[in-house]
């Protein structure tokens, strides 16, 4: 899981400030050292925060094999900037 998430986090200042959760993990298929993994994200929930400079954002993740085998679903819970940062 924290290889996937480094995969879609850029380590540069960015809106994303934090992930702080998980929700509805799912293992779906074992992955092995040789296997080449791909994260695709979409946004599945927008909230945003009316009082803070941030808000939450939900996505909805799939973990793929190189055969294209979903191996792992999930929900990243990440809270973002609303103004961009850098």
Do not use: C, H
Not at 37 to 62: H, M, N, Q, S
């Amino acid at each position: 899981m924290s290889w996937a998430a480094g995969l879609f986090v850029d380590p540069a200042p960015g809106p994303v400030l934090a992930n702080y959760g998980l929700d509805n993990l799912r293992f779906l298929t074992p992955v092995t050292w040789d296997d080449a993994i791909r994260v695709t994200l979409t946004a599945k929930r927008i909230t945003p925060r009316v009082t803070d400079e941030y808000g939450e954002v939900a996505w909805d993740t799939a973990i793929t094999n190189q055969r294209d085998e979903v191996v792992a679903t999930y929900d990243v819970l990440t809270l973002v900037s609303k103004e961009p940062r850098g």
